[in-house]
Nanobody, 120 residues
Framework: QVQLQESGPGLVKPSQTLSLTCAVSGASVTTNFYHWSWIRQPPGKGLEWMGA???????TYSPALKSRTSISRDTSKNQFTLQLSSVTPEDTAVYFC????????????WGPGTQVTVSS
């Protein structure tokens, strides 16, 4: 059973880079069974897919966020990270990491989410 846990600062200043980590247990981040994704939910809005890192280590990003987003993984720590640069208050959201089954791109497990507020 895969379990995920997000961590990172809850408050980020405008123009800075938001950095979050997702610790994975129950599966390796290199397993062929999953890709690994970041999703966010701004207050009062729906879920927004941000991007993913595949089991082979390649990345794919939302076109709307591609210029500011970077996803990487640390196989020694079995975790993957999100970096979002040049943040504004519009990036305030609950950020989730999730495991994704490659076939059909179906979500399998989610972390509990972490609130990130962008404010000076």
């Amino acid at each position: 059973q895969v379990q995920l846990q997000e961590s990172g600062p809850g408050l980020v200043k405008p123009s800075q880079t938001l950095s979050l980590t997702c610790a994975v247990s129950g599966a390796s981040v290199t397993t062929n069974f999953y890709h690994w994704s970041w999703i966010r939910q701004p207050p009062g809005k729906g879920l927004e897919w941000m991007g993913a890192i595949t089991n082979s280590g390649s990345t794919t990003y939302s076109p709307a966020l591609k210029s500011r987003t970077s996803i990487s993984r640390d196989t020694s720590k079995n975790q993957f990270t999100l970096q979002l640069s040049s943040v504004t208050p519009e990036d305030t959201a609950v950020y989730f990491c999730a495991s994704v089954r490659p076939r059909g791109w179906s979500y399998d497990a989610w972390g509990p989410g972490t609130q990130v507020t962008v404010s000076s």
